[in-house]
């Protein structure tokens, strides 16, 4: 008998097959990308604190960063403000809420000797970014 195709059965074995790897693919997966978002997430913090360091720097304006709660924070660029938030599943840990970074021109300097800024994840791990010194300078390890 000469056959062209595939029987019904063979196509929903494959179908079966396909979906356990798939399924089993993003179970791997899933701890990956949520460390991901955690890196993006504390990477987008530091460099906003760099943009308010570089706003005080360039623009002979006081800059700060506020945070307001547990996910969100405040920028502060010559009164102009813009809020932006963690993505979901993400907190700040420190500093404080209502805690304000303020960076004074024309050097950028912090008004404060050393400051850090923590955001965790669902799992409890942590990143941290340090503000160091006089300079105000953003150290991300």
Not at 52 to 81: E, F, K
Request: with cysteine; net charge positive; charged share 20%.
């Amino acid at each position: 008998m000469n056959r062209r195709g595939f029987t019904l059965l063979e196509t929903l074995i494959v179908l079966a097959i396909m979906g356990i790897v798939m399924g089993s693919g993003y179970a791997l997966l899933r701890p990956m990308l949520d460390r991901n978002r955690l890196e993006n997430a504390t990477t987008q913090v530091a460099t906003d604190l760099m943009r308010v360091r570089s706003y005080a720097q360039r623009s002979n304006h006081i800059a700060c960063w506020m945070r307001l709660d547990d996910r969100r924070y405040r920028l502060n660029l010559g009164g102009t403000i813009h809020d932006y938030s963690l993505p979901e599943g993400l907190v700040f840990t420190s500093p404080s809420v209502g805690a304000v970074i303020r960076y004074r021109p024309p050097y950028g300097e912090l008004n404060a000797s050393a400051k850090t800024v923590a955001v965790q994840d669902a799992k409890g791990r942590t990143r941290t970014l340090h503000i160091v010194g006089v300079t105000g300078k953003v150290i991300y390890p």
